[in-house]
């Protein structure tokens, strides 16, 4: 099998899709952390990388505000400008094989 090399992200990617703070935390927490990953854990993240929390305490309201946010809003815009694998039945979240989400974030530094 041959492995497919990561291409650099489409620059005609829509501003829209990463104009989004959030995402971009989302983007940031996949680069830095084994993929997949599940939507709680992916929450968790992106609620810590929000709030700027230096505690592991965010408060349940936060999380689950975050959780629907993913699920709902963000990951879907993700999935279908190519930036990521979304399974919500499986409730996780991968990195889009072909993609160098590195270079997403050179593109648009949260």
């Known amino acids: 099998m041959v492995e497919e090399q990561q291409r650099p992200v489409?620059?005609?990617?829509p501003f829209e899709v990463?104009?989004?703070e959030h995402r971009r935390h989302v983007i940031r927490s996949l680069c830095e952390h084994?993929?997949?990953?599940?939507i709680?854990?992916?929450?968790r993240e992106v609620a810590v990388?929000?709030?700027?929390a230096n505690s592991p305490e965010i408060p349940d309201e936060e999380m689950k505000r975050a959780r629907v946010?993913?699920?709902?809003?963000?990951?879907?815009k993700?999935?279908?400008a190519g930036l990521v694998t979304y399974d919500p039945e499986r409730n996780l979240v991968?990195?889009?094989?072909?993609?160098?989400?590195?270079?997403?974030l050179e593109l648009y530094p949260i």
């Open 40 to 43: 709680a854990e992916l929450a």
């Open 10 to 13: 489409n620059t005609d990617v």
């Open 94 to 104: 991968d990195t889009a094989a072909s993609t160098d989400l590195e270079s997403v």
């Open 49 to 52: 990388r929000k709030y700027e």
């Open 78 to 80: 993700l999935a279908d």
């Open 18 to 20: 990463l104009a989004n």
């Open 34 to 38: 084994e993929t997949p990953i599940s």
């Open 69 to 76: 946010l993913l699920h709902h809003s963000h990951l879907p």
